[in-house]
C-alpha cells in the first residue's frame, strides 16, 4: 500500500501561482509513476501531468502546457506541481495518483490522495 497526502491548494488571482506537494508513504514510492489530476464540480476527473518513477520523463495535458511543472524528490518521498498563470478554468480538486503505468487515465494507477481545493478568481 501508498499513502498519498496533497497540500498546497488555496485561492488566488488569475495569472498568480501555487505549489502542490504530495507525499508518498507505505511501499517503496519512489519506484512509482506519479501523476497529478484535477476534478470539478460535475465533471470526471482528468490528467494534468505526470511523472515517471526516476524524474526523466513528464507528460502534460495540453490545457497546462507551459503554465505547469511536474517534478519529484525521491529522497522526500515528494512530488510536486508548480502551477503559474492559473487561469479560473484551472479551478477544480486536485488529485496525486502513483501506479506502476505511465498514464493519462485513472485506470493507470493505483493510489489516490483525498485531494486539495484550488480555487482561481477572475
Known amino acids: 500500500q501508498v499513502q498519498l497526502v496533497e497540500s498546497g491548494g488555496g485561492l488566488v488571482q488569475a495569472g498568480g501561482s501555487l505549489r502542490l506537494s504530495c507525499v508518498a508513504s507505505?511501499?517503496?514510492?519512489?519506484?512509482?509513476?506519479m501523476g497529478w489530476f484535477h476534478q470539478a464540480p460535475g465533471k470526471e476527473r482528468e490528467f494534468v501531468a505526470a511523472i515517471s518513477w526516476n524524474g526523466a520523463s513528464t507528460n502534460y495535458a495540453d490545457s497546462v502546457k507551459g503554465r505547469f511543472a511536474i517534478s519529484r524528490d525521491n529522497a522526500k518521498n515528494t512530488m510536486y506541481l508548480q502551477m503559474n498563470s492559473l487561469k479560473p478554468e484551472d479551478t477544480a480538486a486536485y488529485y496525486c495518483?502513483?501506479?506502476?503505468?505511465?498514464?493519462?487515465?485513472?485506470?493507470?494507477?493505483?493510489?489516490w490522495g483525498q485531494g486539495t481545493q484550488v480555487t482561481v478568481s477572475s
Open positions: 495518483a502513483a501506479g506502476t503505468h505511465y498514464a493519462t487515465h485513472t485506470m493507470g494507477y493505483d493510489y
Open positions: 507505505g511501499r517503496t514510492s519512489s519506484n512509482y509513476v
